[in-house]
């Protein structure tokens, strides 16, 4: 079972920059966090991942709390083409499945 | 590089019949997980296979199974159809287990599965 909690939905602007929060209070030691999202009729795209320490690659950056129980994904310039289900998701390293609750419902307004 | 391909992309079955879905994973990756997406829901793990063999469950009914071959593809099969099986169905594909374990699977579009 899904490990997170996120937001049903939320609106963003475009160009701005959007802050996707996600809550993982009971997160063990050696659990990464992953995001992802799932455009419509595609299936989902990792986005990025992380265990301490921010991260940053070429679609967004991940800031993890120093407590670890929560994180925010941030988009910097949120484009229409941003629109979709996000995923946040907690994974054993040695576990072998990703667990999915049912996102945040994201759009990106003109 | 190429991404992860299923095939086919939509199927409609009766019930009660059989069905096979297959997938060709990323290049590199040697490790393929399925999942079942029903509408409005996000995708649950089915099954992982690694190096031919099951590698990890879901809860799902002896009637999915799966196979991994050498070059490291895979089908999903569906016995005995039943209605709630409409979903849609996606494969990922990724390194580990091992030391490669927490890189991420990447997904392919999926199989969208209808019964009457």
């Known amino acids: 079972d899904a490990k997170t909690t996120q937001p049903t939905s939320m609106d963003c602007a475009e160009g701005r920059a959007a802050n996707l929060p996600c809550n993982h209070s009971?997160?063990?030691?050696?659990?990464?966090v992953y995001w992802y999202r799932q455009i419509h009729s595609q299936g989902p795209q990792y986005i990025i991942h992380?265990?301490?320490n921010n991260e940053t690659n070429e679609m967004a950056s991940l800031i993890i709390t120093e407590d670890r129980k929560s994180s925010t994904l941030i988009l910097p310039h949120a484009t229409l083409r941003d629109t979709a289900v996000y995923y946040c998701?907690?994974?054993?390293?040695?576990?072998?499945?990703?667990?999915f609750g049912k996102g945040n419902q994201v759009v990106v307004i003109p | 590089e190429t991404g992860v391909t299923q095939s086919p992309t939509h199927l409609i079955k009766t019930r009660g019949q059989q069905v096979t879905l297959r997938c060709s994973s990323q290049?590199?990756?040697?490790?393929v997980s399925w999942y079942q997406q029903a509408l409005g829901q996000g995708p649950q793990f089915i099954f992982q296979?690694?190096?031919?063999?099951?590698?990890g469950r879901g809860n799902f009914p002896p009637r999915f199974s799966g196979l991994q071959f050498p070059n490291y593809s895979s089908e999903l099969n569906v016995n005995a159809l039943e209605l709630d099986d409409s979903a849609l169905y996606l494969c990922?594909?990724?390194?580990?287990?091992?030391?490669?374990?927490?890189?991420?699977?990447?997904f392919g579009d999926g199989t969208r599965l209808s019964i009457l």
């Open positions: 990922a594909s990724s390194l580990g287990p091992g030391r490669d374990s927490n890189q991420p699977q990447h």
């Open positions: 009971t997160i063990s030691g050696n659990e990464y």
């Open positions: 992380g265990l301490k």
């Open positions: 998701i907690v994974r054993v390293e040695t576990d072998n499945r990703l667990a």
């Open positions: 290049s590199g990756h040697n490790t």
């Open positions: 296979y690694y190096r031919e063999e099951e590698n």
